[in-house]
């Protein structure tokens, strides 16, 4: 049974970077699909960035497009979620996700029922 952890969050200032990575249990479960996502505190889970298993390609949400990066080390098998000018908004529990249906395949995914590994969340705080 593969499990997700994530680390890195904590404390920022607004204008700030965090770099939080996800380590699959597995190595090379990074090669599957993965995504991030979050939920504040009140609100529902919602999508943030999205890499396919095969070639690394990524697709975001438009609230984090342009300030936020997603990227695999597949040597380590680890997942990152670059964020980069971090505003008060995206303070959240952000979550490590991976589907594990088709190893390396050439899908993304950015709905939460896609995914069927989940790791326990990490608290990323912006103070203004």
């Known amino acids: 049974q593969v499990q997700l952890v994530e680390s890195g969050g904590g404390l920022v200032q607004a204008g700030g970077s965090l770099i939080p990575p996800c380590a699959p249990s597995v190595r090379t479960f990074s090669r599957y699909a993965m995504g991030w996502f979050r939920q504040a505190p009140g609100k529902e889970r919602e999508f943030v960035a999205a890499?396919?298993?095969?070639?690394?390609?990524?697709y975001y949400s438009a609230s984090v497009r342009g300030r936020f990066t997603i990227s695999k080390d597949i040597a380590k098998g680890m997942v990152y979620l670059q964020m980069n000018r971090l505003e008060p908004e995206d303070s959240a529990v952000y979550y490590c996700?991976?589907?594990?249906?088709?190893?390396?395949?050439?899908?993304?995914?950015?709905?939460?029922?896609?995914?069927?590994?989940w790791g326990q969340g990490t608290q990323v705080t912006v103070s203004s």
């Open positions: 996700a991976g589907n594990s249906g088709v190893y390396g395949g050439p899908y993304i995914y950015a709905r939460d029922r896609e995914y069927d590994k």
């Open positions: 890499i396919r298993g095969n070639d690394g390609n990524t």
